[in-house]
């Protein structure tokens, strides 16, 4: 079965940096856009950063542009998240999602990592 595993979370000092990371197995993983979500306490998910399948086209939400930077590895079936200059506001629950839609819409989740920024 498809299983996404995150890593990479912790708790840093604002300003400071983190790099998630999310294997994927039980899929091709270069047929699947890959995405960064997260969650905060009280509010929706959100999308953060989405790579393409190939690794080109990344975008990012309009409050982590310039700070994180989405990339991946396919020969290692892995997407990474670059976190720089952390905020307070940056402290959520951070999910990998592997979409794929060609005959059906595929969506799959990780179990979330935890990124707490504070002093």
Do not use: H
Request: with cysteine.
């Amino acid at each position: 079965q498809v299983q996404l595993v995150e890593s990479g979370g912790g708790l840093v000092q604002p300003g400071g940096s983190l790099r998630l990371s999310c294997a994927a197995s039980g899929l091709t993983f270069s047929l699947y856009r890959m995405n960064w979500y997260r969650q905060a306490p009280g509010k929706a998910r959100e999308l953060v950063a989405g790579i393409s399948s190939a690794g080109s086209s990344p975008n990012y939400a309009d409050s982590v542009k310039g700070r994180f930077t989405i990339s991946r590895d396919n020969s290692k079936n892995t997407v990474y998240l670059q976190m720089n200059s952390l905020k307070a506001e940056d402290t959520a629950v951070y999910y990998c999602n592997a979409q794929r839609a060609v005959v059906k819409i595929e969506n799959y989740w990780g179990q979330g990592t935890q990124v707490t920024v504070s002093s």
